[in-house]
């Protein structure tokens, strides 16, 4: 049996104990061993920039593709989002009639069981609804569900669920939190109007995180705190949608420093990719996208966003967070929140899922489980 080839990857490498100045070996999908010199901690680090592969849990689409249009659409969306460096991903699902979930489901499932060519790992779905609070939907469609127990198993059969945003405060929510969490899943507070008391009672019942901190959630009023406040106060995991349109940077950064594992997601819709217009939504409301934003049409209500988790990554960089912290809230802690032991550092035996970086913070290559994704045609 001919022997997995070896590559390597020579830059400044980031490891959990630092930057080395070196290279990384890989044979086959996984990392042999990092070579090098430690850097300095008074160093900086130059480029090419070795770092883990980002991992986006909370995505619906890109390039007018997204959870609902069948199998091939969801591969040309993760394709899209590959390129960007993210090598780990949720395909993202977003309230529909039950129907139409159960088919999504059933097609993230064949993705994640047959990557192909220039794929990142789908680690399983993130079902965002239909367990939501239906006057806090946000851009999502109105065809909310109570929380059923039987039903949420049904889709947990169906497909693995890695995540799951869930209102505790709708009739069974609670019992969709307990049920789904004994099977594994990380399920979140989101589309939300609990109180800060109700959500603590919800933490106790299974809950793990929160879903685009801030977005469709009650507040941080000093009076009447709720779902956000909680976070603040109590929260350890929590994403937040990185593209500076959904959270104010100063907000951003204020949970960066009050929430321990806060990460980075895009919660990217179909349009992302796609230039300026008038497009549809997966609810099939219109959308315009200018620039790296997405509104309804009445360009005030944000409807996802047009970024890239390499975008989040710039983001976070532009506001003042070094190159290590920011592969932190993009790569490290959302493999940490899942259990995923094989993502988010690079050391020996973990998966090969690497991005380099030149000095623009622009990718020079992006590896997922040691295959290289073409990168041809990146925005």
Known sequence: MPASP???????????????????????????????????????PKPPYIIPGFIDLHVHGAQGSDFAGGEESIRKFVRF???????????????????????????????????????????????????????????????????DVDQAMKWADACRLAVATVAPEIPGGLEVIEALTVRGCRVQIGHSLATFEQTAAAFGRGLAGFTHLFNAMTGVDHREPGVAAYALSHGRYAELICDLNHVHPGILLGAYRAIPRLYAITDATTAAGLPDGEYRSAGDKPVIKKGLRITLADGKTLAGSAITMLDAFHNLVSLGL???????????????????????????????????????????????EGEPVDLGGRR
């Open 6 to 44: 070896s590559n390597a990857l020579s830059g400044s490498v980031l490891t959990p104990a630092g930057w080395v100045v070196g290279k990384v070996v890989f044979e086959g999908a996984r990392i042999m061993r990092v070579e090098g010199d430690s850097l300095a901690l008074a160093s900086t």
């Open 322 to 368: 070094s190159l290590a912290e920011a592969s932190e809230l993009c790569a490290t802690r959302q493999a940490e929140y899942l259990g995923l032991e094989l993502f988010g550092v690079i050391a020996p035996g973990k998966a090969a899922s690497i991005v380099a970086l030149d000095g623009d913070l622009s990718p020079q290559s992006v590896w997922v």
């Open 81 to 147: 989002h590959a390129k960007g460096g993210t090598v780990a991903i949720a395909p993202t699902t977003a309230t529909a009639p039950v129907a139409v979930l159960d088919r999504a489901l059933a097609d993230i499932e064949k993705v994640r069981h047959s990557r192909g060519a220039n794929e990142p790992t789908v680690i399983g779905a993130h079902l965002e609804g239909p367990f939501i609070n239906p006057r806090k939907l946000g851009a999502q469609l109105n065809a909310t569900l109570d929380g």
